[in-house]
């Protein structure tokens, strides 16, 4: 309940950088990314442009919920058939598991 609440008083559970210049998207995951974010990045992903470079960056995340992990994993043909180049950032620690996510890392 503790991480909930926490999350639910954090202005944002990520942050988005455009670079429109190159078609560029990163998504920077904060430390506590719980299923309270889910349908903002389902939104986000799934609006994601044709041939965009879209980096998910979990550098600073400590937990990233099962759910917020399932609607990565499900975007990843959807990301190939649009041709968007997906890439990852993993936590410092490499601690969050997205194996078989088929996933290059950055």
Do not use: W
């Amino acid at each position: 309940i503790l991480l909930i609440l926490k999350n639910y008083y954090t202005l944002h559970s990520f942050s988005i950088i455009r670079n429109v210049n190159v078609k560029e998207l990163t998504i920077k995951f904060s430390e506590y990314t719980t299923f309270l974010s889910k349908s903002k990045i389902e939104k986000l992903l799934k609006d994601t442009p044709v041939g965009t470079k879209l980096i998910l960056d979990f550098s600073r995340a400590i937990i990233v919920d099962h759910e917020i992990r399932e609607v990565i994993k499900h975007f990843v043909p959807f990301a190939q058939a649009r041709d968007i180049e997906l890439l990852m950032m993993p936590n410092i620690n490499n601690t969050i598991n997205f194996s078989g996510f088929h996933i290059k890392h950055a």
